[in-house]
């Protein structure tokens, strides 16, 4: 039987019977710097992922949890090495759902992300993180173009996945629950950076049309910001540093978009959910 060792290892970790049905399957290249399993036992599925840093995804998973995101349970977490897996690993609850991906995803589901993402903003760690100099640059070039008010800044105290791709955010089948998964990049910083790269990769932009990724800043902005300026602009600008990382002259061309706009980003609720660019600036 594959991984037979591993298998029996599991059952005295986690109590089980030994008559217990238990299946392990790799579900991932075990050649990547993180394996994943999918683990069985009995009727209910869960997810094995080993990585040496585990205990920063576990604790990740705890803090959201706790603040209320909708994220995966924790069934149980071990740090050490001496297993027939030689890696700490995390075992969590398997979300059975669809990634929301660009092909699959809608406006309306992101309203099911407004209590995950309201709980990340409402976090408040006692120690900030220092944000990275090479983000706050990038801030403050696209602040200029962008024309945010000069008190725009990145938050660096409170909770961001760090890795929001819509393939991490998983639609729940039969609840439509949109779950938050893989922490292991989380970090103190500013969950609208977040928002930033939810906006560009759940979109089907282009430097082209922008027209999509422009409806999605928008949608964002009044379902999670409440229509707050300051944090609408600071949306803008985490667009535009997601969009720095893979074509420069697309944040160019939406950085242009935003000087069309008055002041900047307007305000989602306003137009409902869409941006329109106004009369540009004499």
């Given at each position: 039987m594959?991984?037979?060792?591993?298998?029996e290892?599991?059952?005295?970790?986690l109590?089980l019977?030994?008559e217990?049905?238990?299946s392990?399957?790799?579900?991932?290249?075990l050649r990547?710097?993180?394996?994943i399993?999918?683990l069985?036992?009995?009727e209910?599925?869960?997810i094995l992922?080993?990585a040496?840093?585990?205990?920063?995804e576990?604790?990740?998973l705890w803090?959201?949890?706790?603040?209320?995101?909708?994220?995966?349970t924790?069934?149980?977490a071990?740090?050490g090495?001496n297993?027939?897996?030689?890696?700490?690993f995390?075992?969590s609850e398997f979300?059975?759902g669809?990634?929301l991906?660009?092909s699959?995803?809608s406006l309306?589901?992101?309203a099911?992300?407004?209590?995950?993402l309201?709980?990340?903003?409402a976090?408040?760690?006692r120690?900030?993180?220092?944000t990275?100099s090479k983000?706050?640059?990038?801030?403050m070039r696209w602040?200029?173009?962008?024309?945010?008010?000069e008190?725009v800044h990145?938050d660096?105290d409170?909770l961001s996945h760090g890795d929001?791709?819509?393939?991490n955010?998983?639609?729940?089948?039969?609840?439509?629950?949109?779950y938050?998964?893989d922490?292991?990049?989380?970090r103190y910083?500013?969950p609208v950076?977040?928002l930033?790269?939810?906006?560009?990769?759940g979109?089907n932009w282009s430097?082209a049309?922008?027209?999509?990724?422009e409806?999605?800043?928008?949608?964002l902005?009044?379902?999670?910001l409440e229509g707050?300026?300051?944090a609408a602009?600071?949306l803008n600008l985490g667009?535009?540093?997601e969009?720095?990382?893979?074509?420069?002259r697309s944040?160019a061309?939406?950085?242009?978009?935003?000087?069309?706009v008055k002041?900047?980003?307007t305000?989602g609720?306003?137009?409902?959910?869409?941006?329109?660019?106004?009369?540009k600036?004499?």
């Amino acid at each position: 039987m594959p991984y037979e060792n591993t298998i029996e290892y599991l059952r005295d970790f986690l109590g089980l019977r030994r008559e217990s049905e238990v299946s392990i399957r790799p579900i991932a290249d075990l050649r990547v710097r993180t394996p994943i399993f999918a683990l069985q036992i009995g009727e209910q599925k869960w997810i094995l992922k080993c990585a040496r840093d585990i205990n920063h995804e576990v604790q990740g998973l705890w803090i959201s949890r706790a603040a209320g995101c909708c994220v995966p349970t924790v069934l149980a977490a071990s740090d050490g090495l001496n297993n027939p897996l030689t890696s700490p690993f995390l075992i969590s609850e398997f979300i059975d759902g669809i990634p929301l991906t660009a092909s699959t995803s809608s406006l309306e589901l992101l309203a099911s992300l407004r209590e995950s993402l309201k709980a990340m903003c409402a976090v408040r760690f006692r120690e900030p993180f220092k944000t990275h100099s090479k983000t706050q640059e990038v801030a403050m070039r696209w602040n200029e173009l962008a024309r945010a008010p000069e008190d725009v800044h990145w938050d660096s105290d409170m909770l961001s996945h760090g890795d929001f791709d819509p393939t991490n955010l998983i639609i729940q089948r039969g609840t439509q629950r949109v779950y938050l998964i893989d922490w292991a990049n989380w970090r103190y910083s500013d969950p609208v950076l977040d928002l930033g790269r939810l906006a560009v990769h759940g979109s089907n932009w282009s430097s082209a049309n922008l027209n999509e990724l422009e409806q999605w800043v928008g949608l964002l902005a009044s379902e999670i910001l409440e229509g707050d300026p300051r944090a609408a602009h600071k949306l803008n600008l985490g667009v535009l540093t997601e969009l720095e990382r893979s074509d420069e002259r697309s944040a160019a061309a939406y950085a242009s978009r935003c000087m069309q706009v008055k002041g900047g980003l307007t305000n989602g609720s306003q137009d409902q959910g869409r941006i329109h660019p106004e009369k540009k600036r004499e």
